[in-house]
């Protein structure tokens, strides 16, 4: 593995580069404690003092709302025509919680079924990585199998130093990039990068303030799919949706038709939440899930036992977004804490 350095007063030269070169998304500071990744014109844009994104960076892989293909109808035939892609893209700045977040979804739309749009915009982009320099009271990604300064997934890997940041080249195009603005860059002569990157590692897994244990948790949901529990924690729930859009792995949409004139429309995708009562409900009106006791099951079966169940991956990486953002304090690591209790009394 290689590494490098790069001064402070490089990495904003570099950053105004790939600015230039490419179509860099960054956090972006919207107000005194909103943080969102958005395209920026260059370093001035960007807040790399965040903690982590109110909402994750999955939106540049698939967005809120998406163009999928135009249509018409015109002289009694159906033409299509492909929605505009973005070009190659740098996606700068991703916590290594919210870079496990897209190694989740990359098997849901790159799996058996492929997502041709999903597909593009990764294959464009570059991920760029930056280790975390506090844990905040809600984090445990450590107990999901991650860690504050655990880049894998990514293409580079920055940590914060003393004297500007580390940098390691953890594939193939990552080099390619390092290679291609190598004037900013200095090799790592002297070893220091990723002593570095584990000392700090080591000094954040002190400050977590709550562990999760998950053993055990998911072998007794395969064996337990009516609870009672489930109905006690449904009469908390509003049914708002907060914490699926604010989720780097929900990845639920619907699928619209529009066309004002009745020949010229486009088919557009969203993001959807099996939260709401509508998401499951049928042309016939049948809801597989009636109320909200069934759709506070799927969220928390989704994440502890599905995505594990088809693609050995957790569905949960312990960035706490839902937890601060929840309007009753729903908190998924009470509820892990929770079925551990019920399990033991089965």
Partial sequence: MKAYTITRDNLGAWLDALARDYTLIAPVR???TVSLFKPVRGFAEINLGYTNSTVSPKGWLFPQTEEMFFFSTGGGQITLADAQTPGPAVLFGLRPCDIKGILALDPVFNGAYQDCYYQKRRQDTILVGLSCTRVERHC???????????GGGADLLLTEMDDGYGIEV??????ELVNRYQQYFDADRENRVIPAREELGKKLAGQFTRNVDTTGVKEFLDQHFELPYWGELARRCLG?????YICPTCH????FDQSPDGELGVRSRCWDSCMFSHFTRMAGGHNPRPTQKE????????KLKYHRDRYNLDGCVGCGRCVTRC???IDIRQIIADLQEVARHD
């Avoid at 639920?252 to 699928?255: P, R």
Wanted: negative net charge.
């Fill in 240 to 244: 708002c949706g907060i914490c699926t």
């Fill in 30 to 32: 919207e107000e005194e």
């Fill in 327 to 329: 309007p009753v304090n």
């Fill in 170 to 175: 953890l594939t193939p195009r990552g080099e």
């Fill in 295 to 302: 759709r506070v099951r799927n969220r928390f079966l989704h």
């Fill in 252 to 255: 639920c949409f619907d699928i």
């Fill in 140 to 150: 445990f990604c450590t107990s999901m199998g991650g860690g504050p300064t655990d």
